[in-house]
């Protein structure tokens, strides 16, 4: 059985430019080339991440190539692996996903009722999708993701994702 290739995404959490130059390094390390980075937005619908900074922006990275989703698991456990090296407390969140032609997957260390299980601590939640030519949340959607602020960014990775589909698509080669 083949399985459809994905476009891997991340969402970056971070306090100021030095920590986000930093996980851009990181990420590109783990994961290949950077493909597309969006503009920084303001993380300010929950105080869920305080902990990290009181003030906080939230950016989103695409990498070349399609990967395969199965991979989710070694994404997350890699995006955990360097928030630990961001400071003795957690100076940065990383929430790798991916795309396809019909939702955005987002990979969590934490359970909930519209999550699923798929290995080693992680479970993996179906975040938006996308319906009649527009991202749709569920009810279940962060607020961030739900208001459409992010939707231009993730239209264009789509696009992505479907011309490198119908040009065959690549794996990259990356540290997992």
């Keep these: 059985m083949t399985v459809q ?25 783990k994961w290949g080339t950077r493909e597309r ?3 920084p937005f303001p993380f300010d619908k929950t105080d869920y991440y305080r902990d990290i900074s009181p003030v906080l922006y939230r950016r989103f990275v695409s990498f070349q190539g399609l990967f395969d989703p199965g991979e989710l698991v070694s994404f997350k456990l890699g995006a955990c692996e360097i928030e630990s090296r961001s400071g003795s407390n957690r100076r940065v969140n990383i929430d790798p996903g991916y795309i396809d032609g019909a939702r955005l997957v987002l990979a969590s260390t ?10 080693e601590g992680i479970y993996a939640e179906v975040t938006m999708r996308f319906r009649f030519g527009k991202w749709v949340p569920f009810d279940y959607t962060f607020p961030d993701f739900a208001s459409g602020i992010y939707d231009p960014f993730l239209e264009e990775v789509r696009k992505d994702w479907l011309k490198q589909r119908r040009q065959g ?7 997992i």
């Design 37 to 39: 980075l969006s503009s």
């Design 110 to 119: 934490k359970d909930h009722s519209h999550r699923i299980y798929i290995g």
């Design 169 to 175: 698509g690549c794996q990259i080669d990356r540290e």
């Design 5 to 29: 290739k994905v476009k891997l995404i991340t969402g970056i959490l971070y306090p100021d430019d030095i920590f986000l130059n930093w996980v851009l390094s990181e990420v590109s390390r």
